[in-house]
């Protein structure tokens, strides 16, 4: 079975520029997550989708954050305009359902705001 | 709000030592616990889970007992190998989107 796929695995932009990542999840999954992981930290929820809406988006700096993930199977997550915080792996999970409490993650894409 | 509470790492081991990570939560209801772990280049993986007291999570010679009256689970294995050497995650999930909340993780490294 395929796992998550994440792209890029590598990024690295100047301060006040946009960036945008991928997420492609499992075939058949219908709960998309994506994390912030800021080094040295756990990994912190910034939107969860169940199919193509919404369920939490608490903790999503909207204001420079945003992701969308259109007919219900891969996602985007873009940040515009990107600050040194922001430095961080963002890594994207799916599962099967809201309640199925087994989440499968992708590798990650690694930002680097310089 | 919940929160999760991990030892500091970096842990380095020899291999065939025994190895306990602690890992203490507080949340507000009856969550479910797990252990995540992370080999280098790859991503989260679940290695285990407890939904309720008195649970025990097993999985690869590992195990963790959910200890409601400590607010613990604390992850063991009897004898490490160096395949091991990863990076654990303790978390929780309640409430009715099942967030996930994350410890801040610990380095476990087996010497041969």
């Known amino acids: 079975e395929a796992g998550v796929a994440q792209s890029p695995r590598y990024k690295i932009i100047e301060k006040r520029q946009s960036v945008a990542f991928w997420c492609n999840p499992i075939?058949?999954?219908?709960?998309l997550y994506w994390y912030q992981q800021i080094l040295g930290q756990g990994p912190k929820l910034l939107i969860q989708?169940?199919?193509?809406?919404?369920?939490?988006d608490s903790q999503l700096p909207k204001d420079r954050f945003s992701a969308e993930r259109l007919k219900g199977v891969d996602s985007t997550l873009k940040i515009q305009p990107a600050k040194l915080e922001d430095s961080a792996v963002y890594l994207c999970?799916?599962?099967?359902?809201?309640?199925?409490?087994?989440?499968?993650f992708g590798s990650g894409t690694q930002l680097s705001v310089l | 709000g919940n929160s999760v509470t991990q030892m500091e790492g970096p842990v380095t081991l020899s291999e065939e030592a025994f190895l306990t990570i602690n890992c203490t939560y507080t949340?507000?209801?009856?969550?479910?616990l797990f252990w995540y772990v992370q080999y280098p280049g790859e991503g989260l993986q679940l290695l285990l889970k407890?939904?309720?007291?008195?649970d025990k999570g097993s999985n690869k010679g590992f195990e963790a007992t959910y200890r409601k009256e400590t607010t613990s689970f604390h992850l063991e294995k009897g004898s490490v190998q160096v395949s091991d050497s990863a990076v654990y995650f303790c978390?929780?999930?309640?409430?009715?989107?099942?967030?996930?909340?994350f410890g801040k993780g610990t380095l476990l490294t087996v010497n041969p």
């Open positions: 999970a799916s599962s099967l359902s809201r309640a199925n409490e087994k989440l499968f």
């Open positions: 075939s058949g999954h219908a709960t």
């Open positions: 949340a507000t209801g009856y969550p479910s």
């Open positions: 407890a939904t309720k007291a008195d």
């Open positions: 978390a929780l999930s309640e409430g009715s989107n099942y967030k996930l909340t």
């Open positions: 989708f169940q199919n193509n809406g919404v369920v939490d």
